[in-house]
């Protein structure tokens, strides 16, 4: 029962770095979600997909990009890392849109020095 | 557009108190409305849900109703236990097709022996 799998738990980049967050959900669910948690601000949007193929900005996707090859896989991709990027990355997925249950993976916390 | 408001943290109880969480909502028609639980270390899960006014959701002991008058979905347990302690967020559909789910800030409740 893994459900929704994100990788790596925690990573420290250099401004002006690279990196993708990845995530895979094994629930054949059609939507995901990236979302970024600040301290005191709730979750924010980052982008969205409702299936293969289809992926959609959300509240703030300024800097980041996503890509939505196969069902399961969802990947983040930070270019040009920044200090303001600096924070924990959750990816979610759901059977359809609301009211359906989002499921979430564990988070990414990402710090940018 | 769409939102959630709830009450600000930190709260601290005392174990067996009484808890509620306030949580009022601006929307166009009547969406859905949840509540999520952060534990330590761990991703949101959902914890209750409603669909319609007047609808009572409850879990793990935790209650909330879906008050359209007061366009506000409280969330309230009799007697809170130290494992309740976590960060709890009330949230809705939003956005066009209502794929995405907005959070409200958080709540972060402390339960104390």
């Known amino acids: 029962n893994a459900g929704v799998t994100q990788t790596p738990k925690f990573r420290i980049l250099k401004i002006g770095q690279s990196m993708t967050l990845q995530c895979t959900q094994d629930?054949?669910?059609?939507?995901m979600y990236w979302y970024r948690q600040d301290p005191g601000m709730g979750l924010k949007l980052i982008y969205y997909?409702?299936?293969?193929?289809?992926?959609d900005k959300g509240e703030v996707p300024n800097g980041y990009n996503v890509s939505r090859s196969t069902t399961e896989d969802f990947p983040l991709r930070l270019e040009l890392a920044a200090p303001s990027q600096t924070s924990v990355y959750f990816c979610a997925s759901s059977y359809d849109s609301f009211g359906g249950e989002l499921f979430f993976g564990e988070g990414s916390r990402l710090t940018v020095l | 557009g769409d939102s959630v408001t709830q009450m600000e943290g930190p709260v601290t109880l005392s174990e067996e108190a009484f808890l509620t969480i306030n949580c009022t909502y601006t929307a166009t028609g009547y969406p859905s409305l949840f509540w999520y639980v952060q534990y330590p270390g761990e991703g949101l899960q959902l914890l209750l849900k409603a669909t319609k006014a007047d609808d009572k959701g409850s879990n793990k002991g935790f209650e909330a109703t879906y008050r359209k008058e007061t366009t506000s979905f409280h969330l309230e347990k009799g007697s809170v236990q130290v494992s309740d302690s976590a960060v709890y967020f009330c949230a809705l559909p939003s956005g066009a097709g209502s794929y995405q789910l907005t959070f409200g800030k958080g709540t972060k409740l402390s339960v104390i022996p």
């Open positions: 629930m054949n669910h059609n939507y």
């Open positions: 997909s409702v299936g293969a193929g289809i992926t």
